[in-house]
């Protein structure tokens, strides 16, 4: 039997669902695994760990197991990306005008005065200690996980249901899978029209994984009149001027599948299918401005 629970985290609508013969009780304390995630994750929380640590200014700050664990997975996900996929981009973000959570943005706010520029250090780069888990963030460089820690936090809870039986979690696009369902069957996840969001474009049979979706058709809004969204293309520093309007990716892992979907939108549909063609496991349906869609040569292996 099926059991699903469905609620509201990171700003994002999420589902945690369990395939075993009676409702789990770890299914009933998802919300608060979320909640408490949020508290050490969330840039929009004064008091958060992240906020502390983007106002530490160059002091060594040591951070808890689960912000050293989000930082080192957004180090993994910079590198696989060549640094397309950064979480040093709180600047350009502030810049465009995303400088409160989504709900609360104002559809158009004044220009920002300063030219967009490219962050100054790679996260990579940034002095860390592992054996204290110690980081310094360079002055005037901050940090946004965005949606490295939806991912990171969708595995987790997937990691923490399984005992109970074969789980999905869906953080907000970030899908996570234990592995087949209890008689063997995949998974089914649709992928909606972001034209039609109510319509699946397509459905995924994925047994084990993860998939994730990455678009500019939902977090947008307007700075000075000039329309703005939440992906960076760090290159430039400002929201990456691209094709794609939303890109879907499955892989061996919901975090590798973030990363490689923001990778995509950022490239653009022909350079950002190449690359992946190039990494040869992932697979990727995209949806351009236009409405056409494109796809990846094995991604019909998953229909």
Not at 42 to 59: A, D, H, I, K, V
Not at 106 to 112: E, I, N, V, Y
Request: hydrophobic letters at 40%.
């Amino acid at each position: 039997m099926m059991h699903r629970l469905e609620f509201h985290a990171m700003g994002s609508r999420m589902l945690a669902v369990v395939e075993a013969e009676r409702r789990p009780p770890e299914l009933q304390a998802v919300p608060s695994w979320f909640e408490a995630w949020e508290q050490i994750l969330s840039r929009f929380l004064p008091n958060s760990e992240l906020s502390r640590l983007n106002q530490s200014s160059g002091r060594e700050v040591a951070l808890s197991p689960t912000l050293w664990e989000v930082y080192q997975a957004a180090c993994e996900a910079e590198r696989l990306t060549d640094g397309l996929v950064t979480a040093v981009i709180l600047e350009a973000l502030m810049r465009a005008g995303y400088e409160q959570s989504f709900e609360r943005l104002p559809c158009d706010s004044p220009a920002f005065s300063l030219t967009p520029e490219p962050p100054s250090v790679r996260l990579g780069d940034v002095p860390a200690e592992a054996s204290t888990r110690t980081l310094v963030l360079p002055p005037g460089t901050g940090l946004d996980f965005g949606g490295i820690a939806k991912g990171w936090a969708a595995q987790r809870a997937v990691e923490r249901l399984r005992a109970r039986g074969p789980a999905l979690v869906d953080a907000g696009g970030d899908i996570a899978v234990s592995g087949p369902r209890v008689h063997g069957e995949p998974w089914p996840i649709g992928v909606a029209d972001p034209f039609q969001p109510e319509r699946h474009l397509e459905v995924i049979h994925l047994e084990a994984g993860g998939v994730a979706t990455s678009g500019r058709d939902y977090r947008r809004w307007a700075r000075g009149g000039i329309p703005q969204h939440h992906i960076i293309d760090p290159r430039y520093g400002r929201p990456a001027e691209t094709d794609v309007l939303t890109a879907t990716v499955i892989a061996p892992t919901v975090l590798e599948a973030e990363a490689m979907a923001k990778a995509i939108l950022i490239l653009g549909s022909r350079a950002g299918l190449a690359w992946l063609e190039n990494l040869g496991v992932p697979a990727a349906l995209l949806v351009l401005d236009t409405g056409e869609r494109r796809y990846s040569r094995n991604f019909e292996a998953y229909l």
